[in-house]
């Protein structure tokens, strides 16, 4: 089973409206919709806006679905030049950029009960992601996605998240699902295509491009799963004759 997170309906309704055999459930109020989808069984779930709902949805799913791995796809703002909108970020690592307890002495971002700033994304799923995204006419950049709970949409917020973390693109989720997968050993990935540039034009882009961009983003997914499907036949060393 694949675990496959959105955050809003029109990010998960491309993936769940073709998904084969579906059976709908609600728990705690987030829809999980599953399925086949490429020949692969998956959950496909929207989770809602910000880290506590990604969290509770990703957790969740761990539980009911026992899936062997999390895909997080959606949207972002970008933290570099190197990525304009309609490109596509996918995370190496996360970071939540609102967790600060330095006030006692810790460094910014650090979850303090496990010790972590960065949380990593699975490499395999990572490259495979990377080389699914390279089919699309668009930049593409791995690099750490820094989560919060603020639609960032300030130059100098923008520019503080990206110093200090290093981060090349923001969103609302995947860091949170990000330590749900970490505490549970799940293999985790996230592809999120920019919406807009994070700054004073934010709102007005969001907008004009969020619906292009949730679905380069689930493009993506759905040629990854097709992708798993064939290096899944390859590893049991399938006799094509
Ligand atoms: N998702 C898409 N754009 C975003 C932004 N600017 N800030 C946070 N989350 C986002």
Redesign the pocket.
């Known amino acids: 089973m694949i675990g496959i997170i959105s955050a809003m309906e029109k990010e998960s309704k491309y993936l769940t409206s073709v998904l084969d055999s579906p059976r709908r459930e609600e728990i705690s109020g987030i829809p999980y919709t599953s399925g086949v989808l490429e020949g692969r069984e998956c959950v496909i779930a929207t989770c809602g806006v910000g880290k506590v709902f990604a969290a509770i949805c990703a957790q969740t799913m761990f539980l009911r679905y026992a899936p062997s791995m999390l895909l997080n796809s959606g949207?972002?703002?970008t933290l570099t030049p190197k990525l304009k909108i309609g490109d596509i970020a996918v995370a190496q690592k996360f970071v939540q950029h609102d967790m600060d307890t330095s006030a006692v002495g810790d460094p910014p971002g650090l979850v303090s009960g496990i010790r972590k700033i960065y949380f990593p994304a699975d490499p395999d799923l990572v490259q495979l992601l990377q080389d699914c995204a390279r089919k699309e006419r668009c930049g593409v950049q791995i690099g750490c996605i820094a989560t919060g709970d603020?639609?960032?949409?300030e130059q100098a917020e923008k520019e503080r998240i990206a110093k200090r973390f290093g981060a090349v693109a923001?969103?609302?989720e995947g860091g949170a699902i990000a330590q749900v997968a970490y505490v549970n050993r799940i293999p985790y990935a996230a592809i999120r295509t920019i919406?807009?540039c994070?700054d004073g034009t934010?709102p007005e882009d969001?907008a004009a491009f969020v619906g292009e961009a949730v679905a380069r983003s689930a493009g993506v997914v759905r040629r990854f799963l097709a992708g798993l499907g064939r290096e899944a036949a390859f590893a049991r060393g399938r006799n094509c004759f």
């Open positions: 949207v972002a703002g603020h639609f960032v949409a923001c969103e609302m919406s807009d994070a934010a969001y």
